[in-house]
């Protein structure tokens, strides 16, 4: 199904890809040192550093405009940092290091004239992935997400949804060991999206180290190990997704609702509620019990769901960096 | 496959395989034929005045006779008309091509009036008047006691036969084919050159916008390097637009071989295969200066209107031998024609119009040609440094000064 590449390492080994484990010597696939990188008075990225280890889904989270896309070009090597480096498996990326690389930029699209499969074969072939391959990794991939009928169709025809399937197609067609996706879901439908996170999930569960950014905590929630949460170029905080929401304790309830429930932000052990249609998400003072706050709900709303949890990250983002501009939830 | 070799032949295979680009390999021979072998053929075979009638007014019948019998071979018929009121309203209904007003002792008369029906047809005319002239002067001959038959020996001078050494033309009528042949050659040749030329730039420039609005080049830039998409983006076409000539300098040949003594047409003389090699070998650094070039501006445009203007200046200096072809046709050495043949972006055509109408020197040429190839690889190494930047800008149209600046960025 997947293809295999071989490539050269400057320390003599010659690895193949296709879906193995990871290496083990490799402690860092991907790892950025104090990078900058200025746009005339803007500071897009401003002394980041992190590391992405072999096999996991490293979350690049920020608002729009933090400098997430900006830190995954400087890696891609599509432009340089200022200062700092962004190093992949030990070096800046070489021409001979791409075919191990995948890349969904944010700002993506395809050929339009182009017949799908033509074009997912080319891209392939051009990260070095042999024509027969190739062929089987595809037809693998467009079956899986149900568009292996659409393989000789042109991308003038594919809807905005099929076309960012390929788009991610394209991205892993080539079976590379390390993935970097930039906002992968922009635009997509809940269906789409989790058909992509499961994708996700798969390649990871392979050994294939992912990086990905959004904006979107929801989805980092949901797949990532570490995450990096930046705003106006600058980490906010890091670390594995467990310890960060360890870290802020387990004083929030969700609570599933029927009813009028703005009256829980007025109650005074409450510190800030984040409401949603059907339910919301509430974080106590310190010091408060949740208790309380059953019974201040009890006979004026009907509770269908009330737990007790660690706050969403959703929660810690908003608490850091404040509710950002543009709505966080798609 | 190498990635220069991958993305060239995807976009060899983006240009060659579509009905355009069939279209113009096959009208291009058709092109060729029309410019060369087309007025060859009219000249010999048919008559623009052919079928066309004169009118003569005030025309006694040895008069009509001797017009008759003088316009005859150009199958033009001769008509007597009553008086000027006829001839016009014979020529307005389309009866009369032209009518001739002969007053009383035109023989005398130091001007005459020819009406005309499209005032164009200078073939038919000046065939009318030189008839008359013939006329004229052998009835002053005759009232002056004279022999017209000496007059006319006496008048009659030598033609000349225009013939340039080691290219006497086979079985021609002399210079004025000779000269027609030159001039239709190099017409067709600069014509394929500079519409190819043109075409290929505007495509390539094109395709690398193609890049940035459909939003690839992110993506390719992950597989390949900016340098081996520009060459691939180069090279494809390239390969594309040698084909066609290959097509067409084998049409060429065939006509030359087989074509020409079939249908008994006399080619031109300078259409060989000598010259067709310099069409070719001139054409090939032209694509590759002028699609370097256009690459450049290319990765700096917004959309297609964009690099429009922006190539502006370089259309100057492709459409410049165009402009001043009759110049460089009848003054190929002059110190313009030497120096456009040096200079780069008019060189690849003025050179070639040189070749084939006064071959220069062989330093010239060879000093012309290494000029042009360093030409080349300056301009892709000037396009590769503008290409690195500006196929990642977008949302901004920029100035060709801005532009050519991305070229000293490290």
């Known amino acids: 199904m997947y293809c295999v590449i071989n490539y050269y390492r ?5 690895r193949g890809g296709g879906r193995r484990g990871p290496a083990k010597q490799e402690t860092k696939v991907l790892e950025a040192r104090d990078v900058r990188k200025n746009f005339g008075d803007v ?10 280890r072999p096999g996991e889904i490293f979350g690049l989270i920020g608002p729009n405009g933090a400098g997430k896309s900006t830190t995954i070009r400087m890696a891609m090597n ?3 940092p200022d200062s700092g480096e962004i190093l992949i498996r030990g070096r800046r990326l070489a021409e001979e290091d791409k075919a191990i690389v995948g890349y969904l930029p944010e700002e993506r699209g395809l050929y339009r004239k182009s017949k799908v499969g033509d074009m997912l074969l080319y891209f392939a072939a051009l990260k070095g992935c042999r024509a027969a391959q190739a062929r089987e990794s595809m037809d693998a991939w467009l079956e899986r997400f149900g568009i292996l009928d659409w393989k000789g169709r042109k991308i003038d025809e594919l809807s905005k949804g099929m076309a960012q399937k390929v788009q991610f197609i394209a991205a892993v067609i080539h079976s590379p060991r390390l993935v970097l996706f930039d906002e992968p879901f922009a635009g997509l439908d809940p269906l789409s999206q989790d ?12 050994g294939v180290t992912l990086l990905f950014s959004t904006h979107i905590m929801e989805h980092a929630e949901k797949v990532c190990e570490r995450i990096l949460l930046v705003d106006r170029g600058r980490e906010i905080l890091s670390g594995s ?10 004083n929030a309830v969700q609570i599933e609702y029927d009813g009028d429930a703005a009256f829980v932000e007025e109650l005074p052990f409450v510190e800030s509620v984040t409401r949603y249609p059907r339910w919301l998400e509430a974080q106590l003072r310190p010091g408060c019990d949740a208790d309380e706050l059953f019974r201040a709900l009890a006979g004026r709303v009907k509770v269908r769901r009330f737990e007790v949890v660690a706050p969403s990250l959703h929660k ?8 950002p501009e543009e709505a966080d939830h798609e | 496959m190498n990635k220069t070799l991958l993305v060239a032949k995807h976009e060899f295979l983006a240009t060659a395989a579509n009905r355009a680009f069939v279209i113009i390999t096959l009208i291009g021979p058709l092109l060729i034929l029309a410019l060369t072998v087309l007025p060859s053929v009219l000249a010999t075979r048919g008559q623009t005045s052919a079928g066309s009638t004169l009118a003569v007014v005030g025309a006694d019948e040895p008069t009509l006779a001797a017009l008759a ?9 001769v008509a007597s008309a009553a008086d000027e009121g006829t001839a016009r309203s014979g020529i307005a209904s389309g009866r009369y091509a032209a009518a001739l007003l002969l007053p009383g002792l035109w023989t005398e008369a130091r001007t005459l009036t020819l009406l005309a029906k499209t005032g164009t047809d200078y073939a038919f005319y000046s065939r009318i008047e030189a008839v008359a002239a013939a006329l004229s002067r052998d009835a002053r001959a005759a009232a002056s006691g004279i022999d017209p038959a000496l007059v ?9 036969d225009v013939v340039v050494p080691g290219k006497e033309a086979k079985g021609s009528g002399g210079g004025l084919d000779q000269y027609l042949g030159i001039l239709f050659t190099v017409l067709a040749f600069v014509m394929l050159m500079y519409m190819t030329v043109l075409l290929y730039g505007q495509l390539i420039g094109r395709s690398v916008i193609l890049e940035k609005s459909s939003k690839t080049v992110e993506f390719m830039l992950s597989s390949v390097s900016s340098r081996d998409l520009l060459a691939g983006k180069i090279l494809g076409p390239g390969l594309a637009g040698l084909i066609q000539y290959a097509f067409w300098v084998a049409i060429a040949l065939a006509g030359i071989g087989v074509l020409g003594p079939a249908l008994h047409v006399s080619l031109p003389s300078t259409l060989t295969a000598g010259n067709l090699f310099w069409l070719v070998a001139f054409f090939v650094p032209a694509y590759f200066l002028y699609s370097s070039i256009y690459a450049a501006l290319g990765a700096g445009a917004e959309d297609d209107q964009h690099l429009t203007q922006l190539a502006l200046p370089l259309l100057v200096f492709l459409m410049l031998p165009l402009v001043l072809l009759n110049f460089f046709l009848s003054s190929p050495n002059s110190a313009i024609s030497v120096i456009c043949s040096f200079f780069p972006l008019t060189s690849p055509i003025v050179m070639l119009i040189r070749v084939l109408v006064s071959p220069p020197a062989w330093w010239q040429l060879a000093l012309s040609y290494a000029i042009l190839l360093a030409s080349v690889w300056g301009a892709y190494r000037l396009a590769a440094k503008v290409f690195r930047v500006g196929i990642l800008m977008t949302g901004k149209r920029r100035r060709l000064s801005e532009i050519l600046r991305w070229a000293s960025l490290k």
């Open chain 2, 69 to 77: 019998a003088a316009l005859a071979p150009a199958k033009a018929i």
């Open chain 1, 316 to 323: 810690i983002f908003t608490s850091l960096v404040g509710v």
């Open chain 1, 78 to 80: 599509i432009i340089a």
């Open chain 1, 195 to 206: 058909i992509l996170l499961k994708a996700m999930l798969e390649l990871r569960s392979e």
């Open chain 2, 152 to 160: 006319r020996r006496l008048l009659a001078g030598p033609g000349f």
């Open chain 1, 43 to 52: 500071h897009a990225v401003d002394g980041l550093s992190f590391t992405a």
């Open chain 1, 10 to 14: 400057g320390d003599g080994g010659l």
């Open chain 1, 241 to 250: 997704l467990a310890e960060v929401k360890a870290s802020y304790g387990r």
